[in-house]
Nanobody, 127 residues
Framework: QVQLVESGGGSVQAGGSLRLSCAAPGYAYSSYWSYCMGWFRQVPGKEREGVAVITTRGGRVYYADFVKGRFTISQDNAKNTLYLQMNSLKPEDTAMYYC?????????????????WGQGTQVTVSS
């Protein structure tokens, strides 16, 4: 069982920055298999959408077009922690942000393929 715990959300003005963290028990980072560790977000009434994904082995990264150049996903394998540095935040970035994990395979943007999820952390960007 992989348990994920997000932190770092909050309220910020447009143009500001936040860094989200996701603590995962060591299993995902010590496994023989490469795990896909992702950040997704959701606003009420809309589907959950992928923001960024990174593989535990090789560190391959994927970004949604709407965050390229503004957000950076990274991980500290020794600390079993995933990060999302968010710069130049916009009001449309307001959402609940979730950390997700599962073995890599298939479409990294398909949220239904991720077995493990955190409880979410709220990000609110005011204009």
């Amino acid at each position: 069982q992989v348990q994920l715990v997000e932190s770092g959300g909050g309220s910020v003005q447009a143009g500001g920055s936040l860094r989200l963290s996701c603590a995962a028990p060591g299993y995902a980072y010590s496994s023989y298999w490469s795990y896909c560790m992702g950040w997704f977000r959701q606003v009420p009434g809309k589907e959950r959408e992928g923001v960024a994904v990174i593989t535990t082995r090789g560190g391959r990264v994927y970004y949604a077009d709407f965050v390229k150049g503004r957000f950076t996903i990274s991980q500290d394998n020794a600390k079993n922690t995933l990060y999302l540095q968010m710069n130049s935040l916009k009001p449309e970035d307001t959402a609940m942000y979730y950390c997700a994990a599962d073995r890599c395979g298939g479409d990294v943007w398909d949220s239904s393929r991720y077995k493990y999820w955190g409880q979410g952390t709220q990000v609110t960007v005011s204009s």
